[in-house]
C-alpha cells in the first residue's frame, strides 16, 4: 500500500545499504531527483540495476555507492561516455565496480519474467556474441515442444525499484504517458516500490488503457516537480539538453567531480535546493 | 553540381538504401540520421521504431537521445520496451535493421564493448544496447559507419553483435535465419559481403575518394568487386532535405546533432 510521504523518509526507509536497486527510464521520466536522495543519503554497496544507465548512476558509482552494475547500454546520451563509470571499470577507482553485462532485449525479458514471478526469461538472443563467454548467467535452453536452443536469463527481482512519473491521485495511484521504457515492468518484479511524481492531482482522467501502477502495488509515493531533472516529463517540461555535454566535462575528472557532488547534491538538503544552487553556479559561470 | 561533404555523402547513400514501406528499427545516431533522411526523400512511407517503444516515428528533428520526447509524440505509437522486443522484433516483423557500432571486422561482426581484454579494458564502450538480437532477428542489416584504421580492425577484441562470424555459412550454421549485414556503408564507399566468402569488399566509392584511401583507412587487405563503381553523388533533393534536416535540428537541441 503506497503511502506518500517525502523522499527522504522513502529512501531512508526502503532503501538499504547492500540492496539492488533498479532506478529504471529510458531517457525519459528519470528519478534524478531519486538518485541524489539515495547519494545525500550515503548508500554504500548497492547493487544498480538499469538498462540504460546514465547520469545518475555516474554519479552513485562515482562517489562510491556501487559494487555491481547490472546493465545493457551505459553512456551519456547524445554525448558519449559516462566517465564514472569508464574510470570505475578501467582503473578501479574509487573502488572496483563488479559488471554484469546483458542486452536490451534480455533485460527487458529478465523484468518481464521478474514481474511474471518466474525464475527465468526465455528469448531468442545472444547468438553469435561473446557477451555468454563473459557473463556466466547467459545460458542456454532446449525448447520440450520443438528442440529450438534459445537462450535463457535470470529474472530480475530488484530489492527496490525507483520510477519518476507524470501524477498520481491523492490515493497513491500513478500514471505515466509517453516512452514509458520498462517501469512498470520494473516495478512489478521489485519488493518495494518508490515512485517520485510531478503533481498530485484530484483525480487522474486516464483513459481505460492507460499505463496506470494502482497505489496498492507501490510502496511510497513522492512528490517531486521537476524530479527528471535534466531528463524530461511529457507535459510537463523538455529535456535540458545542455546539461548533457556540462555533464561530460564536470565528469571527466575526479576532482571535478567530487567538487560538483558535494556543492549541488551532498551539502543540498533536496532536489529543489539543488536545482537552486545549480542556477546559481550556472549564472556565475557566464556573469 | 553542389559541393558536399564525404559525412553527407556517406548519410544519402546509407538513406538510399532504405525501401519505401520497409519497417526499419533505428539505432541512435548516424543510422537515425540516414533513415530520416530516407522518410524525408524517396521513402515517405518507411516505418521507424526505436527501441525505446515509438513504433512509426516521424520526429521533426533528429534526436539527441533514443527516448527523446519527439519521437513519441509524432509516432503512430508507443509502446512499451519489452513489447518492442518480444513482438515487433522477435515477432518477425522488422525487415531492415540499421546499426552503428565503434569497430567492425571483415565480416561485418561488431564491437561496442571493450577495447582491450574484458576484465582490464583500454576502453570501455557502452555496451550492447538492442544490436545483438536486432542483428539476429531484423530481416536484413544496413551497417553505417566512417572508415579508418581505429573502425575497421583485422581482429574485434569483443564481439558484440554478430555479423557473418569467421565468414561462409558459419553465421547459417550459428542456426540464424536472418540475412544479416547487406551494406556497410562509410564515408569512403560502400561495402558489400562477397556471396560465398561472406568478407566485406568494396562495391562503391564516392566521388573524390581513391582505391588508395579505402585500403589504408581499413585494418586487413581489403577486397575490391570485380566491378566497382562511383557512388552517384547526392541530388540536390537530397542535400537540400539532409541540410535542412541538420539545421532543424541545430536550432532546436542548441548544438549538433547526437553522437550516440
Not at chain 2, 82 to 103: C, D, S, T
Request: some cysteine; glycine content about 10%.
Amino acid at each position: 500500500m503506497a503511502e506518500i510521504v517525502s523522499l527522504r523518509e522513502a529512501v531512508a526507509g526502503l532503501i538499504h545499504d547492500g540492496d539492488q536497486v533498479a532506478m529504471e527510464g529510458f531517457t525519459h521520466l528519470i528519478p534524478s531527483a531519486a538518485g541524489h536522495e539515495v547519494a545525500r543519503q550515503g548508500r554504500r554497496d548497492l547493487t544498480l540495476v538499469r538498462m540504460t544507465p546514465d547520469l545518475i548512476y555516474d554519479q552513485l558509482i562515482g562517489i562510491g555507492a556501487a559494487r555491481k552494475l547490472i546493465f545493457s547500454w551505459g553512456g551519456n546520451p547524445g554525448v558519449g561516455s559516462l566517465h564514472r563509470l569508464r574510470e570505475a571499470v578501467e582503473t578501479g577507482w574509487p573502488h572496483p565496480l563488479e559488471i554484469e553485462e546483458h542486452s536490451h532485449a534480455d533485460l527487458a525479458n529478465a523484468y518481464v519474467a521478474g514481474a511474471a514471478n518466474l525464475p527465468f526469461a526465455v528469448m531468442r538472443g545472444y547468438i553469435g556474441s561473446d557477451l555468454p563467454k563473459v557473463n556466466p548467467l547467459l545460458k542456454t535452453i532446449t525448447c520440450p515442444f520443438t528442440g529450438e536452443v534459445l537462450a535463457a536469463v535470470p529474472s530480475l527481482r530488484p530489492d527496490v525499484t525507483v520510477i519518476h512519473a507524470q501524477k498520481a491521485d491523492r490515493r497513491g495511484n500513478v500514471l505515466m504517458w509517453g516512452i514509458v521504457g520498462v517501469q512498470k515492468e520494473a516495478a512489478l518484479a521489485a519488493k518495494r516500490t518508490i515512485v517520485t511524481v510531478e503533481e498530485i492531482v484530484d483525480t487522474l482522467e486516464a483513459p481505460p488503457n492507460a499505463c496506470i501502477l494502482p497505489h496498492w502495488a507501490l510502496s511510497a509515493v513522492c512528490v517531486e516537480p521537476g524530479g527528471a531533472f535534466p531528463s524530461y516529463a511529457q507535459g510537463y517540461y523538455d529535456r535540458d539538453n545542455r546539461f548533457y555535454p556540462a555533464w561530460d566535462k564536470i565528469a571527466r575528472n575526479r576532482d571535478t567531480f567530487l567538487a560538483w557532488m558535494k556543492r549541488h547534491v551532498l551539502d543540498t538538503a533536496n532536489f529543489a535546493e539543488f536545482r537552486r544552487v545549480l542556477a546559481e553556479t550556472a549564472a556565475a559561470k557566464e556573469g | 553540381m553542389t559541393e558536399f561533404t564525404t559525412n553527407e555523402m556517406m548519410t544519402v547513400a546509407a538513406a538510399r538504401r532504405l525501401k519505401n514501406g520497409a519497417v526499419c528499427f533505428v539505432g541512435i545516431g548516424l543510422p537515425s540520421t540516414a533513415a530520416n533522411l530516407a522518410r524525408l526523400t524517396h521513402a515517405p512511407d518507411v516505418v521507424l521504431i526505436y527501441e525505446s517503444g515509438p513504433i512509426g516515428a516521424k520526429p521533426q528533428v533528429l534526436p539527441l537521445s533514443i527516448g527523446d520526447g519527439d519521437l513519441a509524440l509524432n509516432a503512430d505509437t508507443v509502446v512499451a520496451t519489452p513489447e518492442i522486443f518480444r513482438y515487433w522484433l522477435q515477432g518477425g516483423r522488422i525487415n531492415v535493421g540499421f546499426l552503428g557500432a565503434a569497430q567492425i571486422d571483415r565480416h561485418a561482426n561488431l564491437n561496442t564493448t571493450v577495447i582491450g581484454p574484458y576484465d582490464r579494458p583500454k576502453t570501455r564502450l557502452p555496451g550492447a544496447g538492442g544490436a545483438p538480437e536486432i542483428a539476429g532477428s531484423a530481416g536484413e542489416i544496413l551497417i553505417i559507419l566512417r572508415q579508418s584504421k581505429r573502425a575497421f580492425v583485422d581482429r574485434l577484441d569483443f564481439i558484440t553483435t554478430v555479423g557473418f562470424l569467421d565468414g561462409g555459412d558459419a553465421r547459417e550454421r550459428a542456426g540464424l535465419k536472418t540475412k544479416g549485414p547487406v551494406a556497410v556503408i562509410t564515408d569512403l564507399g560502400i561495402l558489400e559481403p562477397d556471396p560465398v566468402t561472406r568478407e566485406l569488399t568494396v562495391t562503391h566509392i564516392h566521388r573524390g575518394v581513391t582505391r588508395e584511401q579505402l585500403v589504408a583507412a581499413t585494418g586487413w587487405p581489403l577486397k575490391f568487386a570485380d566491378t566497382v563503381v562511383e557512388t552517384e553523388p547526392p541530388t540536390e533533393t537530397e542535400l537540400t532535405a539532409l541540410r535542412d534536416l541538420n539545421a532543424r535540428t541545430a536550432a532546436a537541441h542548441g548544438q549538433d546533432q547526437g553522437s550516440e
